[in-house]
């Protein structure tokens, strides 16, 4: 079994006994250093980032124990042992993790022999809008998306400052409109392929999920994120530690600040040297290969080490909740 944050296989894929490989990103390891940073909560829109993020720093310990409960009581009705109560943990449990990240961007330290990074996961649809082949090869251009999870609200502002820097956009709005006018040379399709898009850009700028933070950085492109969830800042906290872009709080943005990042990110070379650095650790990364490997090797041992030598029936109000955590609308966006 290979699942992608379907947090309920850490218990199925045992209780059949099915050796279970997970993908997921490196920085939701308990082998990353990683920051936790608050996202846009009502504790950072009453108080402010930062009494907030003094706020989430006490809190998060028992948030993420709280959260881990509903998984550990199914896996204990199932005769597993239970997890550290610590979402890093709960969200990275399999008999074979994969990170889909390089770990030039997002390393981990003393991980055990069973994670393993697999490298990103580049895809973008073929598909492009017929004004595609028009597009100009000089001036600067941007790549704008913030997904189905970004504000969509903030485009007019974020495209607005672009103008003032008279930067053309092209922007993917995920089917959702886009409020108000559209400065001229802006160019906008429901959907574009990130990988084209982000190699004719001079900058992404994205919600800060690692999906099209990677499509910029394959592209050797620096990225100016605008998080909102927990996910997207701590894969754009590990972006600005590698000096390969930066972010700006969607709570608290505003068009000089887009203004003031984006001559940064694209008037600093180092911005772009430190993004080609890690464009070239994904050159040389081979994803496909390494699943392959990885797929061969679990097959080769045909089980899965944690199934349970007795399984005892559930209690159908546990499985309930983990299902609930567990559904799309609970689980932080990672694209």
């Given at each position: ?111 055990p022999p069973y994670h393993h990074y697999l490298g990103p996961v580049l895809w973008s649809p073929d598909s492009v809008p017929r004004w595609w082949d ?202």
């Amino acid at each position: 079994v290979v699942g992608d944050f379907r947090l309920s296989l850490s218990v199925s894929a045992r209780v059949a006994a099915v050796p279970y490989l997970t993908v997921t990103n490196a920085h939701w390891s308990p082998f990353a250093h990683q920051h936790f940073v608050v996202p846009e909560l009502a504790i950072t829109e009453r108080f402010g980032p930062r009494l907030g993020q003094a706020l989430f720093t006490v809190m998060r310990p028992f948030v993420f124990a709280q959260q881990g409960h509903a998984l550990n009581q199914v896996r204990r009705d199932y005769g597993l042992p239970a997890l550290p109560y610590s979402l890093p943990h709960q969200f990275t449990d399999a008999d074979v993790t994969l990170y889909a990240d390089v770990p030039e961007l997002v390393p981990t330290y003393h991980r055990p022999p069973y994670h393993h990074y697999l490298g990103p996961v580049l895809w973008s649809p073929d598909s492009v809008p017929r004004w595609w082949d028009s597009l100009p090869d000089t001036g600067r251009m941007a790549y704008v998306t913030l997904g189905t999870s970004g504000r969509a609200d903030l485009l007019p502002l974020i495209l607005d400052a672009l103008e003032q820097l008279g930067i053309e956009a092209l922007v993917s709005t995920a089917g959702r409109s886009i409020p108000g006018r559209l400065p001229p040379g802006t160019r906008v399709a429901q959907y574009l392929p990130g990988q084209a898009a982000a190699a004719r850009a001079d900058l992404v700028i994205c919600n800060g999920g690692s999906a099209t933070v990677y499509q910029a950085l394959a592209a050797g492109k620096p990225v100016l994120g605008i998080p909102n969830n927990l996910d997207q800042y701590l894969m754009m906290d590990y972006v600005r530690r590698s000096g390969a872009g930066d972010y700006l709080r969607a709570g608290t943005i505003s068009r000089a600040a887009v203004t003031t990042l984006c001559e940064g990110l694209l008037d600093n070379p180092a911005f772009r040297d430190r993004a080609g650095r890690v464009q070239t650790a994904i050159e040389q990364n081979r994803t496909a290969r390494a699943f392959d490997d990885h797929l061969r090797s679990v097959l080769g041992t045909g089980r899965s080490h944690q199934a349970p030598s007795k399984i005892r029936a559930p209690k159908v109000s546990a499985f309930d909740s983990v299902l609930e955590e567990s559904s799309p609308s609970n689980q932080a966006s990672r694209r």
